[in-house]
């Protein structure tokens, strides 16, 4: 497709349970951003990739968020045991190079933990 | 670390109507400034940047300056449209490279 694409759009998961989130660059952007949007804030980043290098992960809240993207183009953010607080809007960004300030951003994955 | 501050909104005007979307930041070092909006069920989109003191980021009729002395980074146009409803994000892109975003504000336009 032409821009970045996620998926699923709405997830709703009991508490405890796991998640996976994917995330479908613009083809040939070499990095990708994950951020995660509470109600009413900004996006906060989470992590990023260049291809397949995990090169930041600093903004992941916790041991039970674990992000992958093993051949350089599709992305998933996975969350282990969720919790309320994880209720959130995950957005996923690419650009063409880590220095290229234009990023492009999916239209994110709204997360409901019940 | 780096902080992004917006006005308190949401904000309503009328079509035709002038708009200042206040923007003020904290960083060390020359960030790189930015507006992004999200309009209705879109995703982010940019809007306009600016990289340097005094660089002026202009499109779709906004515009903003960057302004190192008061380390602010304030939206304006001069006659909004209906169109321009939306989510307004002020970030900037400092040291550590991250995007730093603000809180948002909601933008309601009425004909």
């Known amino acids: 497709g032409a821009g970045v694409s996620q998926s699923p759009r709405y997830k709703v998961a009991k508490r405890g349970q796991d998640v996976a989130l994917r995330c479908d660059p613009i083809s040939g952007h070499v990095s990708l951003f994950w951020y995660q949007q509470a109600l009413g804030q900004g996006p906060e980043f989470l992590t990023y990739?260049?291809?397949?290098?995990?090169?930041?992960k600093s903004g992941l809240p916790s041991d039970r968020f674990f992000a992958e993207r093993p051949e350089g183009s599709v992305s998933t953010l996975k969350i282990q045991r969720t919790q309320q607080e994880d209720s959130a809007v995950y957005l996923c960004?690419?650009?063409?190079?880590?220095?290229?300030?234009?990023?492009?951003f999916g239209s994110g994955t709204q997360l409901s933990v019940l | 670390g780096d902080s992004v501050t917006q006005m308190e909104g949401p904000v309503t005007l009328s079509e035709e109507a002038f708009l200042t979307i206040n923007c003020t930041y904290t960083?060390?070092?020359?960030?790189?400034l930015f507006w992004y909006v999200q309009y209705p069920g879109e995703g982010l989109q940019l809007l306009l940047k600016?990289?340097?003191?005094?660089d002026k980021g202009s499109n779709k009729g906004f515009e903003a300056t960057y302004r190192k002395e008061t380390t602010s980074f304030h939206l304006e146009k001069g006659s909004v449209q209906v169109s321009d409803s939306a989510v307004y994000f002020c970030a900037l892109r400092g040291a550590n490279s991250k995007l730093t975003f603000g809180k948002g504000i909601t933008l309601s336009v009425r004909p």
């Open positions: 960004a690419s650009s063409s190079y880590f220095t290229d300030e234009k990023l492009f």
């Open positions: 990739f260049q291809n397949e290098a995990q090169l930041d």
């Open positions: 600016a990289t340097k003191a005094d």
């Open positions: 960083a060390t070092g020359y960030p790189s």
